[in-house]
């Protein structure tokens, strides 16, 4: 919660950021509001005007660009009240912004700094701005699904359960020490902890015998377990290349940020699917 104090602290005005985020589409620039819960405490007087203004910074993310915007109210000046009120700053973010947002963030909550001022109307006996930040932090699933309202992308989330099979319990926290090395930009590890994470998935499905059966036969003649055999076998040996620097051909591998995702949730997908089998 931010604390602007006003008057030599005869009052002050608390700003605390709710964890939303709403769009309004525009062509490649978008409108992003935030909303703010309003308290007044001491000896401030009812329905004093304020102007709130500051800007918006991306916060606690890895980025070479961190300044997102000027924000401003929308309504104009707000009202101090004798209750808890509701403002909305907004700023504008293009389609720029928003890739190197979800890049920067790798799957977590998005974490945002409102720099403010806030400038007294009426009423001021002292200086008539006071200045303090408010830290944003929105969820993962409400930022996903603002922007896919927006449609400026698609997420697909799948949730691996934690079960009592121990070898897939294992495989769901690689998952999850997957994404973590995603955000610390560590590619090749996510990568290798996504090979780990099918261990448990090829046993299940019998994807070695299964796979050597495929082959055996022309591709549009294999049944579905089949199917799914190749493609686990094929993921399997394609995420071996991190952990592995065989001379002359995984040596030469390298990782991208968009490699990792891809074999985090191609892991993530496939032991997603062990939920019913025993």
Known sequence: MADFPFGMNDYSVDVQAQHNAT???????????????????????????????GSLWVHEIPSPASYIGALHAPTGPIGLKAYKTHLTLETTVTDRQLRGLEKARAGADLTLRAELALTALADAKYWPVARSQEIIRIPHATWSNALTQLDAGAFVDVLVPMTPVEARATAARRIREAKAAIRDQRYEHAVTLARQALDPVRKA???????????????????????????????????????????????NFSWTRADAVAAVAVAAGLLARLEDRP
């Open 23 to 53: 769009f309004t589409q525009g062509w490649d620039v978008h409108r992003l509001a935030l909303t703010f819960e309003v308290t007044a405490r001491g000896n401030y007087t009812v329905d004093a005007p304020f102007l709130v203004s």
């Open 205 to 251: 499905c019998d994807t070695h015998k299964l796979h050597d059966q495929a082959t055996k036969k022309r591709a549009g003649e294999r049944n579905q377990e089949e199917r799914w055999a190749v493609l686990i076998q094929s993921a399997y040996a394609l995420f071996s290349g991190a952990p592995h620097d065989d001379s002359g051909t995984t040596e």
